[in-house]
């Protein structure tokens, strides 16, 4: 069973940058997708990224691109998520999550971090 730790987070300023990382213990299969999600009190969680482990070809949540960046290290079994121009709306707890194909739902993903705050202030 993979499990999955996040790090990385904490308080920046508006326009700051923080990087995400997700180590991830246990087996990753080629055909897993590793995926991050964000959840800010009273909302639901939604999709910031996912990367194809076999490829390492990235998809970006539309609100997110041009500032957030997926990436992995196969061989440290780990997922970043380079943040920049962040905005006091991107505050939330950010978890990384394992799909065993390709989804933007947190429904489909099967394993999940404890996740890591990020707070932006203004």
């Known amino acids: 069973q993979v499990q999955l730790v996040e790090s990385g987070g904490g308080l920046v300023q508006a326009g700051g940058s923080l990087r995400l990382s997700c180590v991830a213990s246990?087996?990753?299969?080629?055909?897993?997708?590793m995926g991050w999600f964000r959840q800010a009190p009273g909302k639901e969680r939604e999709f910031v990224a996912l990367i194809r482990w076999s490829t390492g070809r990235p998809t970006t949540a539309d609100s997110m691109k041009g500032r957030f960046t997926i990436s992995r290290d196969n061989a440290k079994n780990t997922v970043y998520l380079q943040m920049s121009e962040l905005k006091p709306e991107d505050t939330a707890v950010y978890y990384c999550a394992r799909a065993n194909s390709y989804s933007t739902s947190a429904h489909d993903y099967l394993n999940w971090g404890q996740g890591t705050q990020v707070t932006v202030s203004s």
């Open positions: 246990g087996r990753i299969f080629s055909s897993h997708l």
